[in-house]
């Protein structure tokens, strides 16, 4: 046999695919696990929030002969439910059935809306630090990320002004989470319209991640952070992502949405949608259910997630780290005295414990677009209890004083 082999090898693109810096560190903890060491996660966003009964009960309830496909834009009777919400929710956003197209979670949404404003070269413009899969998503479409720095001394705020002077000639759409992953900002009715104003004067979508629209801290109870489906003038240019992973703790259900009032930008998300065949049958019934969840559940989510910022924003600063408190999602960007957060979260992770408990975070220079930026920053999702994320900030304190002595633990 003297058959020539030819040599195979995965793409550049493949190769070159950006690692989650969320889960980066997720096999070292699975070896400490192992190792019998306790370890309390707080490198991603999975809550630990009971998801809503009713939720449950749908999947529960679920009793066809054939699990079949679903409409590729969704089930009618759950896009018209989503309507009448994204009506409640913005006054006069004049939102029906056919301006949403039901997605396998906001990630779907992301990359649907991300492809269907951009061509090959183009790029999107977003501020860091960022979401990781947008960069994620950018790179799978052969597209450009550029970023606006946003910094711990100003509480990570946007600046529209910034947000335009950082656009260029390939610039199509901007990016932007309200509520922030992983910083906490909450966009005002201002900023969005000055955001609006940015877009339409320089011709560029608004893609407005609103995934954690009811997580916003220190106002009045049953306060969302503002759609942009009620800023005048954001008909032809805003897209929504929508999710109920993290509004009715379901990550798991992998229902999420794309609104859109243009016509175009429809069109081709269903086309995208059609190419996928459709998004999951059963999960879009326990999306459903979700609309009817009661105002208290939200009230008691929302106190909830207050305390514990409250409770992880103290700790830090008994143990000398000030970060200003934010103002809503469930994630808190904390830069360390540490010159490599990476180096430090995977020895915290894998070689520290403090009475065989230790810490997973997510270092962030993965969120940066910018070399270098967030070399000393980690990023904590306050997911689990008040007693555990007190604890997690004492592991912290003892990790940074043994790692900052070299000591050997
Ligand atoms: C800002 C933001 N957008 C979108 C998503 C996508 O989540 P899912 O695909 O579970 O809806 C996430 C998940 O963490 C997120 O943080």
Same mark, same amino acid.
């Given at each position: ?6 040599? #195979? ?55 066809? $002969? ?28 004049? #939102?029906?059935?056919?301006? =949403? ?30 979401? $990781? ?52 900002? *909450? ?19 608004? =893609? ?28 032809? =240019?805003? =897209? ?26 429809? $069109? ?27 105002? $208290? ?21 008994? #143990? ?17 005295? *540490? ?71």
């Amino acid at each position: 046999m003297n058959e020539q082999m030819n040599t #195979i090898a995965a793409s550049k693109r493949g190769l070159n695919a950006p690692a989650s810096p969320i889960r980066s560190l997720a096999a070292l903890a699975r070896k400490s696990v192992d190792r019998g060491v306790d370890v309390l996660f707080l490198n991603i966003g999975q809550p630990d929030i009971p998801t809503p009964r009713g939720m449950i009960d749908a999947y529960r309830n679920y009793d066809e $002969t054939v699990l079949a496909y679903a409409p590729s834009d969704g089930f009618v009777e759950y896009r018209e439910a989503l309507a009448t919400y994204y009506n409640t929710l913005a006054d006069g956003a004049g #939102i029906d059935a056919d301006n =949403i197209v039901v997605t396998v979670g906001g990630s779907e949404a992301l990359l649907f809306a991300m492809a269907a404003v951009t061509d090959p070269g183009d790029s999107v413009l977003v501020c860091e630090p960022y979401y $990781t899969n947008y960069a994620g998503y950018a790179h799978l479409l052969g597209i450009g990320v550029d970023a606006v720095t946003t910094t711990p001394d100003n509480s990570y705020h946007i600046d529209p002004a910034e947000v335009e002077a950082a656009i260029t000639p390939t610039t199509k759409a901007i990016v932007i989470p309200s509520p922030g992953n992983p910083t906490g900002v *909450v966009l005002t009715t201002d900023q969005l319209d000055a955001l609006v104003d940015v877009c339409r004067r320089h011709g560029l979508f608004y =893609i407005a991640d609103e995934v954690y629209r009811e997580f916003v801290y220190d106002e009045p109870t049953g306060t969302r952070a503002p759609s942009i489906l009620n800023c005048d003038g954001s008909e032809e =240019i805003a =897209i929504v992502i929508d999710s109920v992973s993290k509004r009715y703790s379901a990550c798991g259900a992998r229902v999420g949405c794309l609104v859109t009032r243009n016509n175009d930008i429809r $069109t081709a998300a269903l086309h995208y949608g059609q190419a996928r065949l459709s998004p999951a049958t059963v999960d879009q019934y326990a999306g459903l259910a979700a609309l009817d969840t009661p105002a $208290t559940y939200f009230e008691d989510v929302v106190k909830e997630y207050t305390a514990r910022r409250n409770v992880l924003v103290q700790g830090l600063a008994d #143990i000398g780290i000030t970060v200003a408190s934010p103002k809503g999602a469930f994630y808190l960007a904390v830069a360390l005295p *540490v010159d490599d957060a990476n180096a430090f979260s995977e020895w915290m992770v894998s070689e520290f414990s403090l009475e065989n408990q230790t810490i997973c975070v997510a270092p962030l220079e993965g969120f940066y677009n910018t070399p270098g930026l967030g070399r000393n920053e980690i990023r904590m999702a306050y997911v689990l209890d008040q007693a555990k994320l007190k604890r997690c900030t004492e592991i912290l304190g003892a990790a940074l004083k043994a790692w900052n002595n070299g000591q050997p633990t």
